[in-house]
């Protein structure tokens, strides 16, 4: 395991952006899970060969995946000026888009997840393009409160249309950890105009274990005021059950690594594992990423409750969500 992250921090270095294919003869599955665990948490795209499965197995997923590699690296990088991006975040120069999740079962909509995009010459610029920007200069909170803001003033609108939809929007875990954040969010609650059941807070894993007890704090003060808690992005850091009941969270959103390569024996086994306890705990489980119907049939086949990703509906902003009716069902 030192060899393989001294060869990440190389490839990191190295800005490598292509596959990293491991031949394993590991025994045990979760000795696969923890080396896809440790490429992808430096960015790589990664796949882990094993003896358990077919020679024709690996060569089609190496095919259709080193396709959809050379299509990604041949995209130019967008490039923005630093400046530029701290301007428009701290200025509220932004926009929400809602990306619908639905049942996995019946295609019935039942939430929409609010997601900030960015304004530059009228034109949104989506966060994974300026994501380290806004991690190095501390801009979260004031992303979290406009995207708040501005979910809040269409959420009217958006439920009489959607009435059976709840609204999620993402946490800093920085900004749970400030001692001005229950103040904060107590003002907010006492004057937001949704139900509060309606409000779920999405907090990244990764961010949720690094962090000081107060993060635990404000969670509770989040609960205690009616609104809901999911971990988002899971299966990205270092996942078990006993960290699955260390919050009183709703929902846990497996990460979309995870869901693209769900047909693969590791990546299947850690979905099925994850939904059986979710189950037990009386959490809602929702698969993120969702591209192709093959995968949707095996998010069903495994009982995980919801989905969210392209196959589905993709992002749309809150004027083009009035135009039309997205419900599938």
């Known amino acids: 395991m030192t060899l393989l992250l001294d060869i990440c921090e190389h490839l990191k270095e190295q800005k490598f952006q292509g596959l990293v294919y491991v031949l394993s003869e590991a025994f045990d599955k979760r000795q696969d899970t923890l080396m896809h665990k440790v490429l992808t948490s430096y960015g790589l795209?990664?796949?882990?060969?094993?003896?358990?499965?077919?020679?024709?197995?690996?060569?089609?997923?190496?095919?259709?995946?080193?396709?959809?590699?050379?299509?990604?690296?041949?995209?130019?990088?967008?490039?923005?000026d630093q400046d530029l991006i701290e301007e428009l975040v701290t200025s509220g120069k932004m926009t929400v888009y809602y990306q619908a999740q639905f049942r996995s079962d019946s295609l019935e909509l039942v939430a929409f997840e609010a997601l900030a995009r960015l304004i530059h010459d009228d034109k949104p610029i989506p966060l994974n393009e300026v994501f380290d920007v806004i991690h190095e200069r501390g801009l979260w909170t004031h992303l979290t409160r406009s995207t708040l803001s501005n979910s809040l003033q269409n959420h009217?609108?958006?439920?009489?249309?959607?009435?059976?939809?709840?609204?999620?929007?993402?946490?800093?875990?920085?900004?749970?950890?400030?001692?001005?954040?229950?103040?904060?969010?107590?003002?907010?609650?006492?004057?937001?105009?949704?139900?509060?059941?309606?409000?779920?807070?999405?907090?990244?894993?990764?961010?949720?274990?690094?962090?000081?007890?107060?993060?635990?704090?404000?969670?509770?003060?989040?609960?205690?005021?009616?609104?809901?808690?999911?971990?988002?992005?899971?299966?990205?850091?270092?996942s078990n059950a006993a960290r699955l009941t260390t919050a009183p969270f709703d929902e846990v959103k497996l990460d979309k690594s995870f869901i693209q390569n769900i047909?693969?024996?590791?990546?299947?086994?850690?979905?099925?594992?994850?939904?059986?306890?979710?189950?037990?705990?009386?959490?809602?489980?929702?698969?993120?990423?969702?591209?192709?119907?093959?995968?949707?049939?095996?998010?069903?086949?495994?009982?995980?409750?919801?989905?969210?990703?392209?196959?589905?509906?993709?992002?749309?902003?809150?004027?083009?969500?009035?135009?039309?009716d997205i419900r599938l069902a």
């Open 45 to 80: 795209d990664a796949y882990i060969v094993n003896g358990r499965e077919s020679t024709e197995q690996a060569l089609e997923w190496v095919c259709r995946h080193s396709t959809d590699s050379r299509q990604r690296s041949n995209k130019p990088d967008a490039c923005y």
């Open 263 to 324: 047909h693969d024996i590791s990546e299947h086994s850690f979905a099925k594992s994850t939904a059986e306890i979710a189950r037990t705990l009386h959490m809602k489980t929702v698969a993120e990423g969702v591209e192709d119907q093959r995968t949707l049939d095996c998010i069903r086949e495994l009982g995980i409750d919801q989905v969210q990703g392209f196959l589905l509906h993709k992002p749309q902003s809150f004027e083009q969500l009035m135009e039309t």
């Open 156 to 238: 009217h609108a958006l439920f009489a249309r959607y009435s059976e939809a709840n609204l999620a929007v993402n946490l800093s875990a920085k900004e749970l950890s400030e001692a001005s954040f229950s103040e904060q969010f107590k003002a907010f609650m006492n004057d937001a105009p949704i139900a509060h059941p309606r409000l779920m807070f999405e907090l990244t894993e990764n961010e949720l274990y690094s962090t000081r007890s107060s993060v635990s704090r404000n969670l509770l003060l989040i609960k205690g005021k009616g609104a809901r808690l999911s971990i988002d992005d899971y299966g990205t850091g270092l």
